[in-house]
């Protein structure tokens, strides 16, 4: 690709990288210590929900519940020193629709980010998986310029590296375990990443209720454990998987491996699965 400077810098401008995931406390589970680690290297960080999560709650209507998780949301955002952006669709009406993906396409024209954090391609939910369709899609149509966005947004042909983020209980639909190909180290972030998800406040009863996760947080602590563990080295991680270059960078463009150094590891037995 064409366009900027190394990992987004333009003239005038600083280096971007986003996460947007499906539901609001996503991004605190699988993505918020890879966006803290980029922040303490002079990253500019965007913090999305696509979706508003107006169903989870057993007890407010869906337009108070969507207004309760905006609001927990932003506070995490804050938490974590990353600009806000609005939720564009509700939980579980989601689907790959062109409307939809116009007005998301924009959000990625108008932030310009270097790196894009997503979910996994599959997953135990479909708001994931649809979610990371539209992503993938709309990073891609960035430098498109006979796609129209909503609002209109001028095209933009810079490199934004694109990875994939662990699935929620590190497994696929069916129960297969999935390894990532690459592992960030989170361990000195992980207590900020703590307080992010301590946020969100109203999905401590809802989701021990509906999908009996127990303590919340115990929750994400365990998961980022687990995926340290898997990369031999780390104590806190999250898992990376990174998309196929063609339409995104250069080839063979990693920028976490060279932004994050030794606290990034490459899985070689994944690598070898690509050769």
């Not at 310009?112 to 708001?127: K, S």
């Not at 990371?132 to 001028?154: D, K």
């Not at 990532?180 to 989701?207: F, I, M, N």
């Not at 919340?216 to 995926?227: F, I, K, L, N, Q």
Request: glycine share 10%; proline share 3%; with cysteine.
């Amino acid at each position: 690709m064409a366009g900027e400077t190394e990992y987004g810098v333009e003239s005038g401008g600083g280096r971007r990288a986003m996460a947007i995931c499906a539901h609001p406390d996503d991004i605190e589970f699988v993505a918020a210590g890879t966006l803290l680690l980029l922040k303490r290297e002079g990253f500019e960080i965007h913090y999305m929900n696509l979706l508003n999560g107006d169903c989870g709650s057993e007890v407010t209507s869906r337009e108070e519940t969507a207004r309760i998780r905006e609001g927990e949301g932003r506070r995490s955002a804050e938490v974590l020193g990353a600009v806000f952006h609005p939720s564009l669709c509700g939980d579980l009406v989601v689907t790959y629709d062109i409307g939809l993906l116009r007005r998301l396409a924009a959000v990625v024209r108008e932030v310009r980010p270097a790196i894009m954090l997503t979910h996994y391609l599959e997953d135990y939910m479909e708001d994931h998986m649809t979610t990371a369709r539209l992503v993938t899609s709309a990073v891609f149509g960035r430098a498109c310029q006979n796609f129209a966005t909503e609002p209109p947004r001028g095209h933009w042909t810079g490199d934004c590296a694109l990875y994939h983020a662990m699935p929620t209980g590190l497994c696929d639909r069916v129960r297969r375990r999935i390894r990532p190909g690459a592992y960030a180290d989170t361990t000195s972030v992980h207590d900020v990443k703590r307080r992010a998800l301590e946020s969100h406040e109203s999905q401590r009863a809802w989701l021990d209720s509906s999908q009996g996760l127990g303590c919340y947080v115990s929750t994400m602590d365990a998961m980022s454990e687990e995926v340290g563990r898997m990369s031999g080295r780390f104590r806190h991680a999250e898992g990376w998987t990174r998309h196929l270059h063609r339409g995104y960078t250069a080839v063979d463009e990693d920028p976490l491996t060279k932004i994050l150094g030794a606290r990034y590891f490459i899985d070689p037995e994944f690598e070898k699965l690509t050769q």
